[in-house]
């Protein structure tokens, strides 16, 4: 069955998702393609999960403006959708002098950026603010307004709004070549059968470069860099307060510590070039590396245990900046080259987007009803989890029967999630819906219950 | 009992495995009025509820039963007794003996006489034990396999390669063969296997599995699904691929000692689970811990008799008795850890749980004497016994009289080597 829209955004990670939901506010008619069978499954799923503030940004770049633009909304938006963020804000330490002579650079970099909170932090204060600090910090700046943030539930929410405002989605789909049709459309060729649109969106990170050669693009080239992180137990989360940033290199943020919005410690990422789009494999000097970092950093994170380790692809390329642009001669948008940068940034990079196809002669038109962001299942450590909540548990005992014991996910949680608007299609979508057998144990003690409930629920087969 | 109301008992007891259902049954018959059994699973009975094959209560029951015989029949004797047991329930919180607890029920403030913490162990899943590679499924712990297996009746065809060559891992072996798959190595770091003999010739003439000695899981192959692992000879560094369908990361035990910690207890740094002494008191008033959360892990049988301890002190406390200073101890390496590890000195200092104590060594050894020792003063020195990773090692306790209650920390070492 051909597909007929307005606009197909072809990539469902958090960019792109940002942009149906954007486009969603307007009369048109929009379809949003992903090859894989759940939004976010790229490197929007496996990352450091920060909300930069952009402070580092090159200044001047439209990376810099879209982050501190992006991550203002985000902020409300999060706010508004549940999706779970805290302001934890961030240190960035020195532990050379050679570091600390940059710091004042770094910070003027920051307000170039349109971002004056910065502030200089004594060796004396990075102690008393982070006492579990290693040994050996000269200096440090202060970055207030750093957050971290769900990385999961915001694809998710970005996509359930678009959803509930109309916006098809269509997974396992990945396109595979497009024609121009004889109504003028392009048409595209998907494993789910053609689509036939007039305006194109592409935003399909590691595959970006090939859709765009599909439209006469090949401007750039997506080089994926392999970033791999570890996950500390949460009880290794007392050991720190703030974000703990390095000095950044031209070639990377370094290697960072940081609260998760889950309760628990990330330590990463590594940064290495590869060639496949695909090899999201951990390595162990990769994670060797990683752990001599994370006991230089913070010393006492070698005596807790490790709950996960994995490694997500940014889709960097030879471009030092984002590479976003609409044209309307091949009714055409591109925003690809996002690396990163890309939650912090993707309600502006769906503001500009947009923006550009109207220039570029898409005719936006607002919608009356405009869609309200959705509430999304709270899945924070923060805030109040069902588990804890005693009226919830009152009205629904199913929120008091916990499936999954180390992240305390109850079956009213998992029902919920394979009821919901974007149902998982395997565990690993449920788990990001969830956190269940995300935790310490990895499934020791509630994999079997899991998949059992998964399969009752009459989806298909377990994956991860 | 609404919720938002105080339930009060004299012993709340977390976790219904073998030490919580023992001690709970052991407490109600010391006459103990009310003991109140908290469990997060939905059925009381601990890990041997998943274990099917036979070997369960030996020491404690005098008969050999299969895991969810055994669970049964603990659970059965508690409820007998007069605890009440509490499926279902999870004890999030606890500050000093009072416990917050959430249940379809609602979230209850339990508040108890004496807390006994029985949670039990797990075994480290493929990424606490730092596996790189990729992360298809397939991939599992032998809690999870014995599940999937026991309780969901899942079907696991094709090759399976078991990481360890402990007492659990051959256990796992049984548990893929009963599934249908064909399991191609235990494969074991570790120089020699560490299992006991009569299991061992068992599972190898049985299914002939051989054990890989000095090799290590060096990746996990496979996008989508599970292609293989490669191994490699950790004495050469030479690698290898083997294809494989299914992985099962076995032993290698941490105790849940979530709760504990987050309690605040003071932790043993070997056993990683609750300092306690050799009454089983923790280092907080009223809070004793028994079972493989303070030795990761021993048997079902042990863990039950462990727990039979506990409620033994337990109930003496409550009847008034003084707690004892404690002296600590420790054990060094070679040597692992020491459960107790601590002593509880007094005129006749109580003996730890079955009158010995027990350690876990790093190393083979193949004739070693444990020397125990305060202050430079030898107090006991054993016959020559094996030291073998990942199995017990046993310590008589008639020695504690000698102990100076004025005096250092006890020290366990491994004495003058007769062989090796």
Redesign the interface.
């Known amino acids: 069955m051909t597909d007929t829209a307005d606009v197909a955004i072809i990539g469902a990670g958090v960019v792109g998702t940002a942009i149906a939901r954007t486009l969603a506010g307007y009369r048109l008619d929009c379809v949003l393609l992903d090859a894989a069978t759940d939004v976010g499954t790229g490197t929007s799923k496996a990352n450091t999960a920060i909300l930069h503030t952009g402070f580092d940004a090159r200044p001047g770049s439209l990376e810099a403006r879209l982050l501190r633009r992006g991550s203002e909304l985000l902020w409300s938006y999060a706010a508004a959708a549940g999706i779970p963020v805290e302001r934890t804000g961030a240190l960035l330490v020195a532990w050379t002098p050679e570091q600390a002579a940059a710091l004042p650079s770094i910070a003027a970099n920051a307000r170039r950026n349109g971002y004056g909170a910065v502030r200089p932090v004594s060796a004396a204060e990075l102690y008393a603010r982070e006492p579990w600090l290693g040994p050996g910090a000269v200096a440090g700046l202060e970055v207030p307004d750093e957050g971290i943030i769900c990385p999961w539930t915001t694809p998710l929410a970005f996509a359930t709004e678009a959803v509930g405002a109309g916006v098809r989605l269509l997974l396992g789909a990945a396109v595979t070549g497009v024609s121009a049709h004889a109504d003028g459309r392009h048409e595209l060729a998907t494993a789910r059968g053609p689509v036939r649109c007039r305006w194109v969106v592409n935003a399909a990170g590691l595959g970006s470069d090939v859709i765009d050669r599909m439209f006469g693009g090949g401007g750039f080239t997506i080089r994926p860099r392999r970033g791999e992180l570890v996950?500390f137990d949460?009880?290794a989360r007392p050991l720190l307060r703030s974000i703990l940033l390095p000095v950044p290199t031209a070639r990377t943020k370094g290697v960072l510590v940081a609260p998760t919005v889950y309760g628990n410690v990330l330590l990463g990422p590594t940064a290495d070039d590869v060639r496949d789009r695909?090899d999201?494999?951990?390595?162990?000097p990769?994670?060797r590396s990683l752990?001599e970092a994370g006991r230089r950093i913070l010393p006492r994170l070698a005596e807790e245990?490790?709950?996960?380790?994995?490694a997500g692809l940014r889709a960097a390329t030879e471009h030092p900046d984002y590479v976003i642009s609409a044209d309307g001669r091949r009714r055409y948008a591109c925003a690809a080259g996002i690396r990163s940068t890309g939650i912090s940034a993707s309600l502006a990079i769906a503001e500009h987007v947009v923006s550009l196809l109207a220039a570029a002669g898409l005719p936006l038109r607002p919608r009356r009803d405009r869609p309200a962001p959705p509430e999304m299942p709270y899945i924070g450590e923060e805030g109040l989890r069902p588990?804890?909540d005693?009226k919830r548990?009152?009205a629904d005992?199913?929120y008091?029967?916990?499936v999954c014991?180390c992240e305390?996910v109850t079956l009213g949680e998992i029902r919920d999630a394979m009821a919901g608007p974007l149902p998982p299609a395997d565990?690993g979508g449920l788990r990001r819906r969830t956190r269940v057998m995300n935790g310490?144990?990895?499934?020791?003690?509630c994999?079997?219950?899991v998949?059992?409930l998964f399969a009752s629920s009459g989806r298909a087969g377990?994956?991860? | 009992m609404k919720a938002g109301e105080d339930m009060h008992v004299d012993v709340l007891v977390v976790g219904a495995g073998p030490a919580g259902l023992s001690a709970a049954a052991e407490l109600r018959r010391l006459g103990v009025r009310s003991v109140l059994v908290a469990d997060r699973e939905p059925e009381p009975g601990g890990i041997p509820r998943h274990s099917l094959h036979t070997g369960y209560g030996l020491r404690d029951r005098r008969r050999l039963l299969t895991g969810p015989a055994y669970a049964g029949a603990l659970a059965g004797a508690a409820a007998a007794a007069g605890a009440q047991l509490c499926p279902g329930a999870t004890v999030t919180a606890l500050a000093g003996t009072v416990a917050t607890m959430t249940s379809p029920g609602g979230i209850e403030s339990v508040r108890a006489s004496a807390v006994l913490l029985a949670t039990g162990c797990r075994e480290r899943p493929r990424p606490a034990r730092l596996v790189p590679g990729d992360r298809p499924p397939g991939v599992m712990t032998t809690g999870e396999l014995q599940q999937r297996v026991y309780l969901g009746g899942q079907r696991l065809p094709g090759r399976a390669v078991v990481v360890g060559a402990e007492h659990v891992s051959f256990s796992a072996a049984m548990t893929l063969a009963h599934a249908g798959a064909r399991v191609v190595a235990l494969v074991t770091e570790h120089e020699r296997q560490q299992s006991y003999a009569a299991f061992r010739l068992g599972a190898a003439l049985r299914w002939r599995v051989p054990v890989w000695t000095s090799t290590a899981i060096h990746r996990v192959v496979g996008r989508q699904r599970l292609s293989g692992v490669e191994v490699a000879d950790v004495r050469t560094g030479s690698v290898r691929f083997v294809p494989c369908d299914t992985v099962v990361f076995t032993g290698d035990w941490i105790p849940d000692h979530e709760l504990a910690r987050a309690a605040g207890l003071a932790m043993d740094p070997g056993t990683r689970g609750p300092s306690v002494d050799t009454t089983l008191r923790t280092s907080a008033a009223g809070v004793f811990a028994a079972g493989n959360l303070v030795h990761a892990a021993e048997t079902a049988d042990v863990a039950a008799l462990s727990g039979r301890h506990a409620a033994r002190h337990i109930a003496a406390a409550l009847g008034g008795a003084p707690g004892s200073r404690r002296l600590p101890m420790r054990a060094e390496p070679p040597l692992r850890w020491i459960s107790p590890n601590a002593i509880a000195v007094g005129a006749v200092p109580p003996a730890p749980p079955l009158g010995r104590f027990v350690l876990r060594s790093r190393e083979f050894r193949h004739l070693a004497r444990l020397e125990v020792r305060q202050d430079g003063r030898p107090l006991f020195r054993s016959r020559p016994v094996r030291l073998i990773p990942n199995r017990p090692v046993r310590l008589g306790a008639a020695w504690l009289a000698r102990v100076d209650p004025a005096g250092g920390p006890v020290r366990v070492v491994i004495g003058g080597r007769l062989a090796r």
């Open positions: 996950v949460k009880l695909c999201r494999g951990t390595t162990g990769g994670l752990l245990e490790v709950t996960s380790c994995y588990y804890r005693a548990i009152a005992p199913a008091g029967r916990i014991h305390r565990l310490r144990c990895q499934g020791f003690y994999a079997a219950t998949s059992r377990p994956g991860t």
